[in-house]
């Protein structure tokens, strides 16, 4: 009966945060310390770093 409602409220959630993705994403991110930290996250992997960094210099993305 749990592993039931254990399933159930995972499906709940899910399609709650499919239909208000954008919505929960402006809440994380207003966060200064969290949006920072996701910065640095995301920047830490050089594939998508030298892609943004030539975008943002360079004008256009290698792929």
């Keep these: 009966m ?3 409602i254990s399933v159930l409220l995972i ?8 239909t208000k993705r954008y919505r929960v ?3 994380v991110l207003r966060n200064r ?4 930290y996701l910065i640095k996250l995301v920047m830490s992997f050089p594939g998508i770093r030298n892609k943004m ?3 943002v210099f360079s004008g ?4």
């Excluded at 499906?11 to 499919?18: A, K, P, T």
């Excluded at 310390?33 to 920072?36: E, W, Y």
């Design 53 to 55: 960094m030539g975008t």
């Design 11 to 18: 499906g709940i959630g899910g399609y709650f945060l499919l």
């Design 60 to 63: 256009s993305a290698r792929y």
């Design 25 to 27: 994403m402006n809440v």
């Design 2 to 4: 749990m592993r039931i």
């Design 33 to 36: 310390f969290v949006r920072q």
